[in-house]
């Protein structure tokens, strides 16, 4: 069975911290690994990692995956108060018709002013 | 994202009541997912689509079942709801790469909260 976990599973940080988030995952054919933000609604994709060792950035978030340890972190740099939210990591095995997201529950950001 | 909606946002109804939740999307995606999401458990797949009148079953099925009669529109019925039912549900959709197969991103809509007492 696919399965994913994430650490912490919640966090306060102070405005201007740097946080990282955890995720390792247990998937068969694995093919890459996605990170959302939810806030009191849907959650919003933020990135998609399929190579090992390859950062992805955008603003003051960055994520990075290891293909060997099965492992990816997410991390987000001088922290603001609407960084606060849900991220959730997601994993996926091969492309193909039924190809279905395991998500792992979340890991509950608090950024205090 | 994908130009999801569903409907109704919000929800109560009694536990026997049949329920009926559409989500809608306007950007041709092939493939639709339902999800719930309860406290203490993340996102759990109910059911999925891969096209027009093609489904199957996700890891928590049991009491829901869902029909695609077209590709715009992935309709979640709760047949005899319970309070075991009471849940935020979220539908998702996936397009489809140039070579036939997924992308891996999926797209949320706003969520439905579905209330059974």
Redesign the interface.
């Known amino acids: 069975e696919d399965k994913v976990v994430q650490s912490p599973l919640s966090l306060v940080v102070h405005e201007g911290d740097t946080v990282t988030l955890n995720c390792s995952y247990e998937v068969t054919n694995f ?2 690994l ?1 990170w959302y933000k939810q806030e009191k ?5 933020l990135f ?1 990692l399929t190579s090992s060792g390859i950062e992805k950035k955008s603003g003051r978030l960055s994520s990075i995956l290891d293909k060997k340890e099965l492992f990816s972190i997410l991390n987000i740099t001088a922290t603001q108060t609407g960084d606060s939210a849900v991220y ?1 990591c ?1 994993a ?1 095995p091969s ?7 395991t ?4 890991i509950t950001l608090s950024v205090r002013p | ?1 994908a130009g999801i909606t569903q409907s109704p946002r919000h929800k109560v109804t009694e536990t026997g009541t049949p329920v009926t939740l559409r989500c809608h999307q306007t950007e041709n995606h092939r493939y639709m ?1 339902w999800y719930r999401q309860d406290p ?6 109910i059911h ?1 689509s ?1 096209g027009v009148k093609d489904t ?1 079953k ?1 890891e928590v099925s049991d009491g829901y079942s869902v029909s695609r009669s077209k590709t715009e529109d992935f309709l979640l019925t709760l047949e005899s709801a319970t309070s075991s039912q009471t849940s935020v549900y ?1 539908c998702a959709t996936k397009k489809t ?1 140039l070579a036939g ?2 992308y ?8 439905t909260r579905l209330t059974v007492l």
Request: charge should be positive.
């Open positions: 093919r890459s996605l609604k849907a959650p919003t994709f998609m959730l997601a996926s492309y193909g018709a039924n190809s279905k997201l998500f792992g529950k979340g | 994202d997912y203490g458990h993340g996102l759990r797949l999925y891969y199957d996700g979220f790469g197969g997924p891996n991103e999926q797209f949320f809509g706003p969520g």
